[in-house]
């Protein structure tokens, strides 16, 4: 048996190298459908370890309260976010699960430095914003803890502010206009790359103090109130418990009954996390449908270039018959033959999902890493599709009549 | 002298459509080791059913046959594969070589059912391709060698296994005089030293003189079954031949 099936293969390799272009395009559906296959897996794991660095990059355990109108605070609108200072002062207090709350306001803002420009994003906060999202200097410093409205021109810049106002100079103690007014840089934020949502550049931005931001960035702003407020639970277990507090204290605050809407929204890493992976699973999904459908033309390729090969061989295999051929020897021939096909076209896909790879993380800069799990998978699927499309054939040469397949003579 | 070949009232059955063809009716034949037989008559009288049957490539529709002790009839496809494998060795009219296949590998492949190892088999291939004369041709394909070499090829091949029954149809049906000669005085040979049992079909009585033995099949019934005293002697008339002036001197590859 054993022999047999090595000189099966040997018999079907030569098949194959007879006909080289006629494989080729036998084997073109699989090669496409194992490449995509390939390149699913490696955008899914990719992705998933993606997800995982740049969620720990913002802090696990935060949450956002966001201003969301709702229709009871559809009249206010005009007026600004209903969430203040103190709403965020009260969530320390009341909830056993925070650790930390930083109010935020932000608004979108040119920078100037000598004659460099750069827009971004303000954001104003006590120092409590760089505890609750981790974040440390590399340079320079952050501004003292206390007093609650510490109103000192000083910034806190984004390592790609520092890069693109300042190049390679030093920006500590440097001063640069935010808007209309001179602020002086203390500190340098340390690197956190793209951000889980959308991959925004997490360190293109400006930090303030509230107090500075009210005062010199926006006026307008209602006293007390705030965009956002940045909520730190005391570890990564008492997010959801932290998540129930916060909605029952501000619903408690914002006078808003249980069975109506809120007028905030409170985002989670996990909600972040959800999105995100709902984007990677539609790309997957859509690339893996590509990939099935190939795998199956390519399948039905294999069985009918098989086909013909048993009708253009039919003499031979009466001549193999009548030499003591058993059906199962001829059945072989022909399977081993088709999962040869099949294989080629898995390794090709393989070696083409990898190029692919490569290309689409220099290219494109997508997450992707290749792991020999898949690969063995793609290339055992291709397998299996040469044994279930080339049994059909297979048995067919194996059926013939070794007195008609040698042709009546 | 055991029998090889026994029939008793075989009969051959086709049905092509509404009608039955008789193809053999009631053949009661017994062959002995070491004889040549030779089948004649006319187109369509059933030469060839009957050789099918006795090559177990088909089973007979009533009566018994028994191939060396074995009844073909009542065996599996894969049983008579394995008969043919191991008692019987064929050759064609066409030859029926593997195309774009070397002698040797071609030689081989019996062999190579019979599970034997490459080493072995090539070895093996090589001195029977010596023994019908084709030492020098081990690497070229069937269409690299002349009509004669191609069956001489083919010879090999039914002789790898060292089978005890060689089957011919019609194997000089495609060669010239000349080279038919040469071909039947290799088969009398093998029969005269191996005691090897040939059964050979043909049209011409040139070639069924050769035999020791003459079934004469018409309309699917065996019609005369004689024995020659004294056959012709193939080798004679090619080594007459080979005196005599080549007509043809630029066959590709000749001998
Ligand atoms: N598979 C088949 N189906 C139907 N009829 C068949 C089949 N094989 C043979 N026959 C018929 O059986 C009869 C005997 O055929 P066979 O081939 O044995 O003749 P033959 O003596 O070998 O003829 P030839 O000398 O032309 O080769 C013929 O009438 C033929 O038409
Ligand atoms: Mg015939």
């Known amino acids: 048996m054993l022999q047999s099936i090595v000189s099966a293969f040997q018999l079907a390799a030569r098949a194959v190298r007879r006909n080289k272009l006629r494989a080729l395009l036998t084997i073109l559906g699989i090669l496409i459908g194992v490449a995509a296959v390939v390149l699913v897996s490696a955008l899914g794991s990719g992705a998933r370890e993606d997800i995982n660095q740049k969620v720990s990059s913002l802090g696990s355990n935060v949450l956002v309260v966001f201003f969301q109108p709702n229709q009871a605070s559809g009249a206010r609108k005009s007026q600004g976010s209903s969430l203040t200072e103190d709403d965020g002062r009260a969530l320390v207090r009341e909830s056993t699960s925070i650790a930390k709350v930083a109010p935020v306001l932000r608004a979108g803002s040119q920078l100037v430095y000598e004659t460099r420009n750069w827009s971004t994003q303000v954001f104003g906060s006590t120092s409590d914003y760089f505890q609750v999202r981790a974040w440390n200097v590399v340079r320079g410093e952050l501004w003292p803890d206390t007093p609650r409205d510490f109103s000192e021109k000083v910034a806190v810049i984004g390592a790609s502010v520092a890069t693109e106002l300042f190049g390679s100079l030093d920006p500590i103690g440097r001063t640069i206009r935010i808007g209309r007014y001179p602020f002086r840089v203390i500190g340098v934020l340390e690197k956190k790359g793209q951000s889980p949502f959308m ?13 500075s931001f009210r005062k010199n960035i926006s006026a307008n702003n209602l006293v007390g109130s705030v965009d956002q407020l940045l909520v730190s639970a005391t570890s990564e277990e008492t997010v959801s418990r932290a998540e129930v507090q916060v909605d029952a204290i501000l619903r408690q605050r914002h006078h808003i009954q249980d069975n109506s809407d809120p007028d905030f929204v409170i985002r989670t890493q ?10 990677y699973a539609a790309l997957s999904t859509l690339l893996l449908s590509v990939g099935l459908v190939s795998l199956g033309v390519g399948g039905i390729g294999i069985m009918n270039i098989m086909l013909v090969s048993v009708a253009e061989r039919t003499r031979e295999i009466g001549i193999r018959m009548a030499i003591g051929a058993k059906e199962g020897d001829i059945l072989v021939q022909f399977l081993v033959e088709a999962v040869i096909l099949a294989m080629i076209g898995g390794l090709g896909g393989t070696v083409l999902g990898v190029i692919a790879i490569a290309i689409l993380r220099r290219v ?32 067919r040469a194996a059926r013939m009549d070794p007195i008609q397949a040698l042709g009546r003579e | 002298m055991e029998p090889i070949i026994e029939m008793v009232g075989v009969e051959k059955d086709y049905a092509s459509g509404p009608v039955v063809v008789r193809a053999l009716i009631d053949a009661h034949i017994t062959v002995n080791e070491g004889e040549f037989v030779a089948i004649v008559g006319p187109s369509g009288s059933g ?38 494998n191991r008692l019987i060795g064929f050759v064609f009219q066409g030859f029926n070589l593997l195309p774009r296949t070397t002698a040797l590998e071609n030689v081989e492949l019996p062999l190579v059912y019979r599970g034997q190892r490459a080493k072995h088999r090539r070895a093996h291939a090589r001195a029977v391709l010596a023994q019908v004369g084709l030492a020098d041709r081990v690497d070229h394909t069937p269409n690299q060698l002349s009509g004669g070499q191609q069956q001489r090829v083919a010879i090999a091949r039914a002789l790898v296994t060292d089978p005890p029954l060689l089957l011919a149809d019609e194997p000089t049906g495609n060669l010239d005089t000349r080279t038919s000669d040469e071909i039947l005085a290799l088969l009398q040979r093998l029969n005269r030293e191996r005691s090897l049992t040939i059964v050979l079909v043909t049209h011409e009585s040139d070639v069924a003189l050769c035999a020791s033995r003459v079934i004469t099949m018409r309309d699917g019934h065996v019609r005369s079954d004689v024995r020659q005293s004294s056959p012709r002697d193939a080798g004679e008339a090619a080594a007459r031949a080979q005196s005599e002036p080549e007509p043809t001197s630029a066959r590709p590859g000749g001998e």
């Open chain 1, 270 to 279: 996990s909600d972040l996390r959800e999105t995100q992976d709902s984007i």
């Open chain 2, 47 to 84: 030469k060839s059913t009957l050789m099918n049957i006795i090559g177990c490539l088909d089973r007979p529709s009533r009566g018994t046959y028994r191939l060396a002790g074995y009844d073909v009839g009542s065996r599996s496809n894969n049983a008579r594969a394995v008969l043919r």
């Open chain 1, 199 to 211: 991959g925004q550049d997490q360190d293109d931005l400006v930090v303030i103090p509230l107090a």
């Open chain 1, 364 to 395: 494109l800069e997508w997450p992707m890493t290749v792991q020999p799990g898949p690969l063995i998978v793609a290339l055992a699927t291709s397998m299996i599709i040469g044994v279930v499309f080339g049994f059909f054939p297979a048995r």
